[in-house]
């Protein structure tokens, strides 16, 4: 069973950058899309970005152009660039499975909070 842990969220000025990790355990990790996803306050978990096994990317439209997702095969770990953050872009940032149905994924992470403020 998938198991992962986020790191690298932080405060940040808006217009700043910040890079989140995400080490994956527990499933073959070269065998699975995976995705950055995020809750802001008072609203539903939403898909960030995904990325498949043979590097297709998408991403949400607000995050087009700002965000860059990867993943290190070797390392097991998949990681967001965010460039020119906003106020807006404040929550708890999740990695998973990538699954259309994402909402209904048993298990999920500590997630990393991201807080865009002056």
């Known amino acids: 069973q998938v198991r992962v842990v986020e790191s690298g969220g932080g405060l940040v000025q808006p217009g700043g950058s910040l890079t989140l990790s995400c080490i994956v355990s527990g499933i073959t990790f070269n065998n699975e899309y995976m995705a950055w996803y995020r809750q802001a306050p008072g609203k539903r978990r939403e898909l960030v970005a995904g990325i498949t096994t043979g590097g297709r990317i998408e991403y949400e439209d607000s995050v087009e152009g700002r965000f860059t997702i990867s993943r290190d095969n070797a390392k097991n770990t998949v990681y967001l660039q965010m460039n020119s953050l906003q106020p807006e872009d404040t929550a708890v940032y999740y990695c998973?499975?990538?699954?259309?149905?994402?909402?209904?994924?048993?298990?999920w992470g500590k997630g990393t909070l991201v807080t865009v403020s002056s």
């Open positions: 998973n499975l990538w699954q259309n149905n994402y909402q209904s994924l048993g298990y």
